[in-house]
């Protein structure tokens, strides 16, 4: 047989084959004077055997594992392995799905910055009514950011100040007027005197659960250099009296 039919009879690609000759599973034939390999029906068996095992899920390895004569793993253990390697990917899926079933079921359904964890959108939810403001669309952007980037153990304490700063009506409604205060500074400059209002409003806004230390406010950091990048001179002006006012007063 040439390669095609080898190929064709078994039902994998010529690429298939060749890889598989790339990486020693599958033994090559001698050439025959006219340059061609000729395959016999041992190759034919082989190649079906390495066919079935990785439909089975097994990596190359594993298969050079069961196909080699001194293989330190024999099939049995091979598959044993392979069938607890899938129940955990399987427990794996099926906790991934009860969080995005918890976050499809959600009031408010899933936030514009979603997906987020399903305490945080019920969060977002209570502030919906906020959306026409672009400093509230910009601060759930970075809190959402800072979710995803903090270690898992520092989650917990960003949800629950969060929840301090926006999981009342009263913390809502005097969010919404420091949001006020930063969006009509958008086209203003730094020494603008509104800038100190601004400040003391989004300080208040913050609550001690998020900066606890004085010295964990790093005006230098990048992360900051970036924000206030992002931000018209003023609003970034605000930002950094509001962190300093923090320091100062924690």
Do not use: W
Not at 83 to 106: V, W
């Amino acid at each position: 047989m040439r390669i095609g039919e080898l190929a064709g009879v078994v039902g994998v690609t010529t690429r298939a084959v060749r890889h598989y000759h790339h990486v020693g599973l599958l033994p090559e034939p001698e050439r025959r004077a006219n340059g061609y390999r000729e395959y016999e029906l041992r190759h034919a068996v082989v190649l079906a055997r390495i066919r079935r095992l990785t439909e089975l899920g097994l990596g190359l390895a594993e298969v050079r594992d069961v196909l080699a004569d001194d293989a330190g793993k024999d099939l049995v253990e091979v598959l044993t392995e392979l069938d607890e390697d899938l129940a955990r990917q399987e427990q794996a899926l099926r906790e991934r799905r009860a969080r995005l079933r918890t976050l499809l079921d959600a009031e408010g359904g899933v936030p514009a910055e979603g997906p987020v964890s399903p305490e945080l959108a019920a969060l977002f939810a209570g502030t919906a009514h906020l959306s026409d403001s672009p400093m509230a669309a910009k601060d759930r952007e970075i809190i959402a950011f800072l979710e995803t980037a903090m270690p898992a153990a520092d989650r917990e304490r960003l949800v629950s100040s969060v929840g301090e700063a926006l999981g009342s009506p009263e913390a809502v409604a005097r969010a919404g007027e420091a949001y006020a205060l930063l969006d009509a500074l958008s086209g203003a400059e730094p020494d603008d005197p509104r800038v100190a209002e601004a400040a003391r409003a989004l300080a208040d806004c913050i609550p001690p659960g998020l900066f606890p230390q004085s010295g964990e406010l790093d005006q230098d950091g990048g992360f900051l250099r970036a924000f206030y990048d992002d931000l018209a001179p003023a609003q970034a002006e605000a930002v950094r009296r509001a962190l300093r006012i923090l320091s100062e007063e924690r």
